[in-house]
C-alpha cells in the first residue's frame, strides 16, 4: 500500500513538472486567495496585539470612576439628552477619603491643559505637551513606570513639591544630549526639577503620551485655573477576585458622595480597564470576519480554476489512463493519483499564499506601527482552506479519471 502510495506521488510530481507552466499559475491563483486571507489576518493579529499592549498598562484590576453621558431617554413623549456633571476636586476627595475597600489603592488626577509649552535654559518646545496633575499612586495604577529617575512620593504630594516625571520623548527633544534627572524646566513661569522619565509609550488613537509632564496635583491646581475642571479617580485592586466587590462598594460609595436618592440613576461612569480592552477588540472581529469574506470569495474562484485545470488534465491523458487500465490499474488507484495531484497543487498554492500573506501583514504592520505577532491562527487557517480547496477541487476531475471505460480510452485521439 505504501509503495503504491510513493508511486502516486511520483507519478503526480512527473505530471505536474511537465506541464510546469500550467501548474505555475493555477498555484499563483490559489495563492492569491490565501495570500488575502493571511494577510488580512496578520494585520488584524497585529492590531489586537498593540491594542493589548498600549491597555494592558492600565492593569486588568483597575477602574475609573470618572464623568459619563448617559444615552438619551424618552421623557414625556420628547428625547431630552441627560450629561452627567463633572466630577469637581471636593468631590473627588471625599469619594478617596470615604472609599476604603480592602487591598486597594485609590488616586486623583486631572489633565491640566495639553497645549503647554515648556522651557530648559534657553530652548523650549512647541505648545503641545499635557500636563496631569497626579498623586502618589497615579504611576501605579495607571501602569506607568520609570526608564530613570523615580516616581513621587508621599512627601512631594503632601509638601507641594515643585517636582515633574516627564515623558521619553523630552529626553529626544529638549533635554537631549544631557541627563535629565535634576534638571530644572520652566512651566507657565514655575520651575520644576525633574525626577523620573517615563518609560516610551508611544501614540495610542492620536494621542501622544510621551509628551506628558506629570506634576503634584496641589501644584497643578494652583497653576491651571479653570472653571468645571473634571477629575479622575483611579482605584486598582491587588486581588482580582475582589475586582466586581470592589466596583459595587465604588458605587455606593460615590452615590453617598453625590447624595443620590435610591431611586435615581447613577450620574457618573464606572469604566473597567478590561471592558475598555475588549470592547475594542470587539471590533476587531469584524475585521477578521471582512478577511474571511474576501478569502472565501478569492479561494472559491481558485477552486474553480482548479478544478478545471484537473478536468482537462484528465482529459488530455485519457490514453494514458486508458493504458494503465489495461495494464490492471484498479479505479481507487487511478482516483488517487489525480487526487494526489490535485492536492499537492493545492498545498503549494497555500505554502506561496502563507509566505506572501505573512509578508504583506508585516509589510502592513511595520509601517503603520504595530506590534508584529507571527499568526499562528491564520497559518492553520490557510492550511485547512487550501487542503478543503484541493478535496472539493480534485474530487470531481479524479472519479471523472477513474470511471473510464479503459477501451474507450485507448481509442481516445
Do not use: H
Not at 78 to 99: L, Q, T
Not at 103 to 132: C, H, M, Q, R, W
Not at 182 to 191: F, H, M, N, V
Not at 343 to 372: E, H, S, W
Request: proline content about 3%; hydrophobic content about 45%; some cysteine.
Amino acid at each position: 500500500m505504501l509503495k503504491l502510495f510513493k508511486e502516486n506521488i511520483r507519478i503526480a510530481l512527473g505530471s505536474i513538472k511537465t506541464q510546469l507552466l500550467r501548474t505555475i499559475l493555477t498555484v499563483l491563483i490559489i495563492a492569491i486567495g490565501i495570500t488575502a486571507l493571511v494577510g488580512i489576518l496578520t494585520v488584524v493579529a497585529a492590531l489586537e496585539n498593540t491594542i493589548s499592549s498600549d491597555f494592558a498598562s492600565m492593569g486588568a484590576n483597575t477602574f475609573n470612576v470618572n464623568q459619563y453621558e448617559n444615552t438619551a431617554r424618552r421623557q414625556g413623549g420628547e428625547e431630552r439628552k441627560i450629561i452627567n456633571p463633572v466630577i469637581s476636586y471636593p468631590e473627588a476627595v471625599a469619594f478617596k477619603n470615604k472609599y476604603k475597600y480592602p487591598f486597594t489603592e485609590t488616586s486623583l488626577s486631572f489633565t491640566a491643559t495639553t497645549t503647554a509649552e515648556v522651557k530648559y535654559e534657553g530652548a523650549k518646545t512647541d505648545p503641545e505637551n499635557a500636563i496631569v496633575g497626579v498623586d502618589e499612586y497615579f504611576m501605579t495604577n495607571s501602569g506607568l513606570e520609570t526608564s530613570s529617575g523615580r516616581n513621587f512620593t508621599g512627601f512631594d504630594i503632601q509638601n507641594n513639591a515643585y517636582v515633574c516625571v516627564v515623558g521619553s520623548d523630552f529626553e529626544k527633544g529638549l533635554l537631549k544630549d544631557v541627563n535629565p534627572i535634576d534638571k530644572i524646566i520652566s512651566i507657565r513661569g514655575a520651575r520644576f526639577r525633574v525626577i523620573g522619565v517615563l518609560k516610551e509609550k508611544g501614540a495610542t488613537f492620536g494621542n501622544k503620551q510621551d509628551l506628558r509632564i506629570l506634576i503634584p496635583i496641589q501644584v497643578a491646581r494652583s497653576l491651571f485655573t479653570a472653571p468645571n475642571i473634571n477629575y479622575t479617580t483611579s482605584v486598582m485592586v491587588s486581588r482580582k477576585e475582589l475586582l466586581d466587590q470592589a466596583i459595587d462598594n465604588a458605587i455606593s460609595t460615590m452615590r453617598s458622595v453625590r447624595k443620590l436618592s435610591p431611586v435615581k440613576d447613577n450620574n457618573f461612569g464606572v469604566v473597567r480597564s478590561d471592558d475598555l480592552i475588549n470592547r475594542i477588540l470587539g471590533i476587531t472581529k469584524y475585521l477578521g470576519l471582512a478577511s474571511w469574506l474576501i478569502g472565501i470569495i478569492t479561494v472559491f474562484g481558485s477552486s474553480i480554476a482548479l478544478m478545471n485545470i484537473m478536468i482537462v488534465s484528465v482529459t488530455e491523458r485519457t490514453r494514458e489512463i486508458g493504458v494503465r487500465k489495461a495494464l490492471g490499474a484498479k479505479k481507487t488507484t487511478i482516483a488517487v493519483q489525480f487526487f494526489i495531484e490535485t492536492l499537492l497543487i493545492g498545498q503549494l498554492g497555500g505554502l506561496v499564499g502563507i509566505i506572501f500573506g505573512i509578508l504583506i501583514g508585516f509589510g502592513i504592520a511595520t509601517a503603520v506601527d504595530f506590534v508584529f505577532v507571527i499568526p499562528w491562527g491564520a497559518i492553520l487557517a490557510a492550511f485547512i482552506t487550501s487542503f478543503l480547496v484541493a478535496i472539493f477541487s480534485g474530487l470531481y476531475p479524479a472519479v471523472k479519471a477513474a470511471v473510464l471505460d479503459p477501451i474507450e480510452a485507448l481509442r481516445y485521439e
